[in-house]
């Protein structure tokens, strides 16, 4: 689909960049999600970079991931791919 994930980027401070298949680029904040059960985890630095995708979706080892209206409706979008994320 038009909003699959095609390449993501850990950042600090529990942010991700995220290009989807249609070209657009972007920032998550997870921060808020770090007070929902299911995404302690997340608060782990070193588990937080092992994001990945499957399916198109951000997604952890155990099964933690941020659904695609999710992303859509949250993310900050950019224009260029700032350092901080190359």
């Not at 529990?14 to 608060?43: A, M, N």
């Not at 950019?78 to 994320?85: K, T």
Request: with cysteine; net charge negative; aromatic share 14%.
């Amino acid at each position: 689909m038009y909003w699959d994930v095609t390449h993501i980027k850990p950042l600090p401070n529990h942010r991700i960049y995220v290009e989807i298949k249609d070209g657009r680029k972007g920032f998550l904040d997870l921060t808020p999600y770090l007070k929902i059960d299911v995404f302690q985890e997340l608060k782990d630095v070193w588990y937080f970079n092992q994001v990945t995708i499957v399916f198109g979706a951000i997604t952890w080892p155990h099964e933690q991931d941020i659904a695609p209206e999710t992303l859509l409706a949250e993310w900050t979008i950019v224009s260029e791919c700032p350092d901080e994320a190359a």
